[in-house]
């Protein structure tokens, strides 16, 4: 079965300056639990869920509205194509620890959205299980967006607070 | 095959009046995306998810050090028991919306906690696919912890933010 006939169309997408309070009112009102993010040409960037801002945005200690979705989304967003197969589908979820991605036609035309909860009528206990057990496991790493080879690690300050996340590669120590 | 034999044992917690920001640490260091919730005489009172913190900190638009964690936890404890089926647990989960519950034997002693993501190596399909979509469409409802009849709900400021979970049972009105 191929995953463009289970995908979520239409799927909601913020801009990348918008805030983490205006992201989770978004998911709040919409009974949504990831969003799509935009830059100012409406070109998709990034993707945030509830674990990206458990994550990156909680242990700043700071209100919502003072950290962007660009500093809290996955980026660049994971993809698969919407007449690839359910299972291999599974297995790109599972191999990247991701609970959902999104679904391209062609190049670069979006077509929705596609989630485990999605896929897991039509797979076998075994895929389903792998998946969420990834998931689970798997620390969440952020690619750096300037150097796209480095990840983004947390700098705390003595209380435990993240004060800024920085590139791990030396050569760029990109901030955000 | 009854439940505790999949459960996990020694579940971490964390004191009711810890805050928000002490809880996630706790959760971020050690890989886990819930925690039991104890009181001052280490009773256990509630259960904390990433869910539970989305939808009941973020729009409170405050610092994380600034919420304790018995403002954001669910109470009572969803539990089941030990000898339980995993079949009628996968049931249970589902009606309730829930990814997790607490799992004890005889009548207050903990054994652990047991997840969907546990429990999805031993279930058909059709069960671990009823609980995956439950817990996606069903919205967050906290029980009021002062007259455990109403059920608490977000108040609004004109910016959107929430000032206050109040109790929608009019005779009681509690407020945190």
């Known amino acids: 079965m191929k995953v ?34 935009t830059d100012g040409d409406n070109h998709y960037v990034g993707i ?16 919502a509205t003072e950290i962007k979705v660009k500093s809290v989304m ?11 197969d359910i299972k291999d589908v599974a297995s790109f979820l599972s191999s990247n620890g991701l609970s959902r991605c999104a679904v391209f036609r062609n190049e670069g035309e979006l077509v929705g959205i596609i989630t485990i909860t999605d896929l897991s009528r039509h797979l076998s206990v075994q895929n389903v299980s792998e998946v969420l057990l990834s998931h689970r496991s798997r620390k969440f790493k952020f690619r750096c967006p300037a150097c796209m080879v480095g990840t983004m ?22 901030m955000e």
Chains 1, 2 share one sequence.
């Open 4 to 37: 463009g006939s289970l995908v979520q169309k239409n799927p909601k997408s913020i801009d990348q300056n918008a805030t983490v309070f205006d992201a989770v009112k978004m998911m709040y009102e919409n009974g949504l639990y990831g969003l799509l993010v």
């Open 48 to 63: 945030i869920s509830e674990r990206s801002i458990i994550n990156r945005f909680v242990l700043r200690n700071v209100p």
């Open 74 to 84: 996955r980026t660049p967003i994971p993809r698969v194509m919407a007449d690839d």
């Open 153 to 174: 690690e947390p700098v705390y300050n003595p209380r435990g607070e993240i004060t800024v996340f920085k590139c791990n590669n030396n050569k760029c120590g990109h």
